[in-house]
C-alpha cells in the first residue's frame, strides 16, 4: 500500500511540474519587440482613449466616460491558478483616482478567470457608480461576496432589441450572443454554468464559463452617438436581424477589439468582424496568460502572433490592423 501511495504522489508531481513547465514556458513564446513594431495600434482618435493590459482586459474612455472590459491583470502561475487564485490590489494603482471615476460600465465576455479574475477590485471600490454586465455565470461567482453592486444579466437583452444604459446615459451597451471557440479539437474548457457561489473560489478552475457575450458600446453625447465600439468575445451571427443592421447604418464602428490565441481562427475572424465595418481592429489576448508579468512579453504559440499579423494585414489592406503591449505595474 505504502509502495503504491509512493509511485502515485510519484507520478501526480511528475505531471504537476510538467503541466507547469508546459503553461508557464512552453505555451507562451518571448515576443520580440521589433518584430511587431509595425503592427502597434496607433490612434488618430485623440478623444478615444484606448489602454491594454493583457487578454482581453481593455480600458477605453471618451470625454471622461469609460468601460473596462474583462479585468484582469495579474496572470498566475499554474499553481497559484489552482490553490490560491485571488485577485491582486496593487493592479488598482494603474489608475488614476480620475480613470476610476471615470468608469460607468465593467463588460465581461465570460466567466472563466482570466476574463474576470480582478473585477473585485472594481466591486469594492464605492467611489464609483458603474454597471457590472456579464452574464449570470459571471454574476453568480460574485454578488453573494460583493452584493452592494449593480449587477446586470446580458442574457436578459439577447432576444429584445434593447440596449443596456449607464445610470447617465453616457454609455450604452448592446449584448451579443456568441460562442467560446474550442480549446482544443471540439473541447470547451470550464463550459458549464456557475452555482451562486458564497465565496469565490480560490481554484479558478471551478469558474465555469456560462454565455459568452460581445458587446456593440456607444459613447453618447445628448442622445447622439459620438463613438462606437465592438468588443468581440466569441463567435457571433452579429447583425443577424433587422434591428441590428439597422443600428449600424446609425454610425460606424470606429474600434473593433477581437480575441486572437490561435492563428487557424484568425481569417474567419476577421470575417466575421468585417460584417460592423469598422475603421481599425486591435487583436487581444495573444498573450501569455500564464506568465507572471515579471519577465518579457509573451505570445501564444498558437496564435503565431508575427506571422498572423504579416497575413492579416496583406489579406484585409482596408483595414488598420494591429495590436497593443499589455501595460503592468513598473
Same mark, same amino acid.
Given at each position: $500500500?505504502?509502495?503504491?501511495?509512493?509511485? +502515485?504522489?510519484?507520478?501526480?508531481?511528475?505531471?504537476? *511540474?510538467?503541466? %507547469? #513547465?508546459?503553461? &508557464?514556458?512552453?505555451?507562451?513564446?518571448?515576443?520580440?519587440?521589433?518584430?511587431?513594431?509595425?503592427?502597434?495600434?496607433?490612434?488618430?482618435?485623440?478623444?478615444?482613449?484606448?489602454?491594454?493590459?493583457?487578454?482581453?482586459?481593455?480600458?477605453?474612455?471618451?470625454?471622461?466616460?469609460?468601460?473596462?472590459?474583462?479585468?484582469?491583470?495579474?496572470?498566475?502561475?499554474?499553481?497559484?491558478?489552482?490553490?490560491?487564485?485571488?485577485?491582486?490590489?496593487?493592479?488598482?494603482?494603474?489608475?488614476?483616482?480620475?480613470?476610476?471615476?471615470?468608469?460607468?460600465?465593467?463588460?465581461?465576455?465570460?466567466?472563466?478567470?482570466?476574463?474576470?479574475?480582478?473585477?473585485?477590485?472594481?466591486?469594492?471600490?464605492?467611489?464609483?457608480?458603474?454597471?457590472?454586465?456579464?452574464?449570470?455565470? $459571471?454574476?453568480?461567482?460574485?454578488?453573494? +461576496?460583493?452584493?452592494?453592486?449593480?449587477?446586470?444579466? *446580458?442574457?436578459? %437583452? #439577447?432576444?429584445? &432589441?434593447?440596449?443596456?444604459?449607464?445610470?447617465?446615459?453616457?454609455?450604452?451597451?448592446?449584448?451579443?450572443?456568441?460562442?467560446?471557440?474550442?480549446?482544443?479539437?471540439?473541447?470547451?474548457?470550464?463550459?458549464?454554468?456557475?452555482?451562486?457561489?458564497?465565496?469565490?473560489?480560490?481554484?479558478?478552475?471551478?469558474?465555469?464559463?456560462?454565455?459568452?457575450?460581445?458587446?456593440?458600446?456607444?459613447?453618447?453625447?445628448?442622445?447622439?452617438?459620438?463613438?462606437?465600439?465592438?468588443?468581440?468575445?466569441?463567435?457571433?451571427?452579429?447583425?443577424?436581424?433587422?434591428?441590428?443592421?439597422?443600428?449600424?447604418?446609425?454610425?460606424?464602428?470606429?474600434?473593433?477589439?477581437?480575441?486572437?490565441?490561435?492563428?487557424?481562427?484568425?481569417?474567419?475572424?476577421?470575417?466575421?468582424?468585417?460584417?460592423?465595418?469598422?475603421?481599425?481592429?486591435?487583436?487581444?489576448?495573444?498573450?501569455?496568460?500564464?506568465?507572471?508579468?515579471?519577465?518579457?512579453?509573451?505570445?501564444?504559440?498558437?496564435?503565431?502572433?508575427?506571422?498572423?499579423?504579416?497575413?492579416?494585414?496583406?489579406?484585409?489592406?482596408?483595414?488598420?490592423?494591429?495590436?497593443?503591449?499589455?501595460?503592468?505595474?513598473?
Amino acid at each position: $500500500m505504502k509502495k503504491m501511495l509512493k509511485y +502515485t504522489f510519484a507520478i501526480v508531481l511528475g505531471l504537476s *511540474a510538467t503541466a %507547469f #513547465l508546459y503553461l &508557464n514556458q512552453l505555451f507562451g513564446k518571448k515576443l520580440p519587440a521589433d518584430v511587431v513594431t509595425e503592427y502597434m495600434h496607433v490612434s488618430d482618435d485623440s478623444l478615444l482613449k484606448v489602454r491594454f493590459f493583457g487578454t482581453m482586459c481593455y480600458y477605453v474612455e471618451y470625454k471622461g466616460n469609460a468601460v473596462l472590459a474583462d479585468p484582469f491583470f495579474s496572470n498566475p502561475n499554474p499553481i497559484k491558478m489552482v490553490v490560491a487564485g485571488k485577485p491582486n490590489p496593487e493592479y488598482r494603482k494603474l489608475f488614476s483616482e480620475q480613470e476610476l471615476q471615470s468608469i460607468r460600465a465593467i463588460t465581461v465576455g465570460h466567466a472563466h478567470y482570466d476574463h474576470c479574475l480582478e473585477l473585485p477590485i472594481f466591486l469594492s471600490d464605492a467611489n464609483t457608480t458603474k454597471k457590472i454586465i456579464g452574464s449570470q455565470s $459571471m454574476i453568480n461567482l460574485f454578488y453573494k +461576496t460583493y452584493p452592494d453592486n449593480d449587477y446586470v444579466n *446580458a442574457e436578459d %437583452f #439577447l432576444s429584445g &432589441n434593447s440596449w443596456i444604459y449607464t445610470a447617465d446615459s453616457s454609455i450604452r451597451i448592446y449584448p451579443v450572443k456568441s460562442v467560446h471557440a474550442p480549446h482544443f479539437g471540439n473541447v470547451t474548457l470550464m463550459s458549464g454554468e456557475n452555482k451562486a457561489f458564497d465565496k469565490v473560489p480560490a481554484d479558478l478552475l471551478k469558474w465555469q464559463m456560462g454565455q459568452p457575450l460581445s458587446y456593440l458600446i456607444d459613447f453618447m453625447e445628448a442622445d447622439t452617438i459620438a463613438r462606437r465600439v465592438y468588443m468581440n468575445g466569441g463567435i457571433s451571427a452579429f447583425p443577424n436581424t433587422a434591428f441590428e443592421r439597422a443600428m449600424l447604418e446609425e454610425h460606424p464602428v470606429n474600434m473593433a477589439f477581437t480575441i486572437h490565441w490561435n492563428q487557424k481562427y484568425l481569417p474567419a475572424k476577421i470575417e466575421e468582424i468585417k460584417k460592423v465595418q469598422p475603421q481599425s481592429i486591435i487583436l487581444g489576448h495573444w498573450n501569455n496568460f500564464f506568465n507572471t508579468r515579471k519577465g518579457d512579453d509573451q505570445y501564444i504559440r498558437k496564435s503565431r502572433l508575427p506571422e498572423s499579423l504579416e497575413e492579416v494585414t496583406a489579406l484585409y489592406p482596408q483595414y488598420h490592423i494591429g495590436i497593443m503591449l499589455p501595460e503592468t505595474l513598473k
